[in-house]
């Protein structure tokens, strides 16, 4: 098993930026993938960002430029600089792990992202 927690979401100007955290714990081994996925009302939840723990990236077209996903192998955490915020970046972010030799994703709660003035 697997514990997956977010932190760092609030509110925040357009232009503005955030930081999120993610940990993750329990049953960890070393190939694995993480990824923030955001999901606003009415929408289906969509990939954000993902990086492997081998620092593979990935990004959707929509935040190339302005966001950056990074990780600390160590602490098992990744963390989602984001810059440059606009309001249709506004959601509720989570954060998912998923062992490269599984195809069960863990998420966690859910943080929520306002981007408004």
């Known amino acids: 098993q697997v514990q997956v927690v977010e932190s760092g979401g609030g509110l925040v100007q357009p232009g503005g930026s955030l930081r999120l955290s993610c940990a993750a714990s329990g049953s960890i081994f070393s190939a694995n993938t993480m990824g923030w996925y955001r999901q606003s009302p009415g929408k289906q939840r969509e990939l954000v960002a993902s990086?492997?723990?081998?620092?593979?990236?990935n990004y959707a077209d929509s935040v190339k430029g302005r966001f950056t996903i990074s990780r600390d192998n160590a602490k098992n955490t990744i963390y989602l600089q984001m810059n440059s915020l606009k309001p249709e970046d506004t959601a509720v972010y989570y954060c998912?792990?998923?062992?490269?030799?599984?195809?069960?994703?863990?998420w966690g709660q859910g943080t929520q992202v306002t981007v408004s003035s």
């Open positions: 998912s792990f998923r062992r490269l030799t599984s195809t069960t994703n863990y």
């Open positions: 990086i492997t723990s081998r620092g593979s990236t």
